[in-house]
């Protein structure tokens, strides 16, 4: 099939077509999720807002076992925002604890499940037992072949592109050599797909900073389902409302 010629600013349709047919249905390629609602979460039970992050990112591997059985091979993950410093230290010192704590014990089963862990993010600003942690389970993952699983941490969009700008410019790339395919190789994603459905939890209807240039053309589904209540059932129901959908990418499709 012989695609369009397309100008150094058009996006690739190859990262922005991703979506596979299982059955007659569509099936994302590449889902991003954007876990939010823990705080409320423990509010709602009494208890302190730790606790919501200490369920929330136990169901990070409930969910992953359940885009696996979708068949689903890329995932993405939004466990913490550039924005997030400003929370107070406490919360920030215990969020980064709980990961730190989870990606050490979740190491021996990502290895088993041929997961492949990617980080997207900064890690400068990290806890160096946190950074340790990441770069064991990297190290320990990096030639599997089953998911791909992302985790953003410390991760702004717009922190993203700066970072790629600036590494462009430090590298001397002539202006006429930068296009969308060149900034691209520069981004934490460069050798992921752009995310074909986002999914954010908890009601908000906002990408927080999440994947800015990969997002553009990208499903959004909201859930009212805080991220530690977010279980298969509710995965089912976006994956449900994404084969519904009808992507362009700003073309027509044939039958129109
Ligand atoms: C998401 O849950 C986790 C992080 C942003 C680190 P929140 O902590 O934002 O939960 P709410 O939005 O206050 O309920
Ligand atoms: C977005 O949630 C960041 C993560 C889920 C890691 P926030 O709770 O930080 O977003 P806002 O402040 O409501 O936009
Ligand atoms: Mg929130």
């Not at 076992?65 to 230290?89: C, M, Q, V």
């Not at 717009?158 to 050599?177: F, K, N, T, Y």
């Not at 909201?222 to 089912?236: G, K, N, R, T």
């Not at 449900?240 to 992507?247: M, T, V, W």
Request: charge should be neutral; aromatic fraction near 8%.
């Amino acid at each position: 099939m012989s695609k369009p010629a397309l100008s150094s600013t058009s996006i690739p349709i190859s990262r922005v077509c991703a979506q596979v047919q299982t059955n007659g249905h569509s099936v994302p390629t590449h889902v991003a999720i954007i876990m939010d609602g823990n705080g409320r979460w423990a509010r709602r039970r009494g208890l302190p807002r730790i606790e919501g992050h200490r369920e929330g990112t136990r169901n990070v591997s409930r969910i992953l076992d359940a885009l696996g059985k979708h068949g689903i091979p890329y995932a993405t993950f939004f466990a913490f925002s550039t924005e997030n410093w400003n929370r107070p230290r406490v919360e920030v010192q215990a969020i980064m604890t709980i990961l730190e704590e989870t990606i050490d014990k979740e190491t021996p089963t990502l290895v088993e499940k041929n997961v492949c862990f990617r980080y997207l993010g900064r890690t400068d600003r990290l806890t160096p037992q946190l950074r340790n942690a990441i770069t064991r389970v990297l190290e320990l993952t990096k030639n599997n072949t089953g998911l791909t699983l992302s985790v953003a941490l410390d991760y702004g969009g717009r922190d993203e592109i700066l970072q790629a700008v600036r590494q462009i410019a430090s590298d001397g790339v002539p202006p006429e050599q930068i296009d969308g395919e060149l900034l691209q190789r520069y981004l934490y994603t460069h050798d992921v797909p752009d995310p074909d459905l986002i999914v954010r939890t908890a009601g908000e209807h906002r990408l927080s900073n999440f994947l800015v240039w990969q997002s553009v053309y990208s499903e959004y589904y909201s859930s009212q389902v805080c991220w530690p209540d977010f279980d298969e059932a509710e995965l089912a129901k976006a994956l449900r409302a994404f084969s519904q959908r009808k992507r362009r990418f700003g073309a027509l499709p044939p039958e129109e």
